[in-house]
């Protein structure tokens, strides 16, 4: 089992930024790659970007490509997500989920997420 906790969410206005962090416990040897999605009021749950355990290697979406920079902590096991020049369009409730080897790449651990409000 993998539990994942995020913090860092909040208020900001257009343009500015926040730092989001998901800190991972339990298995986190088994973790493959772990991810950030985000889901706005009666949208679904979409992709953000993810990285790598094992080589840090990182994907986005073309959304927050440029603007957001995932990376990992090795030393507290936590991934950050940095969010730069925010728009209101990314207000959402942003989750980090959790893939392990051998699953594919299919997420199945899932924090409690975390609000995000963009105010124009």
């Known amino acids: 089992q993998v539990q994942l906790a995020e913090s860092g969410g909040g208020l900001v206005q257009a343009g500015g930024s926040l730092r989001l962090s998901c800190a991972a416990s339990g298995l986190t040897f088994s973790i493959y790659r772990m991810g950030w999605f985000r889901q706005a009021p009666g949208k679904e749950r979409m992709f953000v970007g993810s990285?790598?355990?094992?080589?840090?290697?990182?994907s986005y979406a073309d959304s927050v490509k440029g603007r957001f920079t995932i990376s990992r902590d090795n030393a507290k096991n936590t991934v950050d997500l940095q969010m730069n020049s925010l728009k209101p369009e990314d207000t959402a409730v942003y989750y980090c989920?959790?893939?392990?080897w051998g699953t594919g790449g299919r997420y199945d651990y899932w924090g409690q997420g975390t609000q995000v409000t963009v105010s124009s």
């Open positions: 989920a959790v893939a392990k």
């Open positions: 990285i790598n355990w094992s080589d840090v290697t990182t």
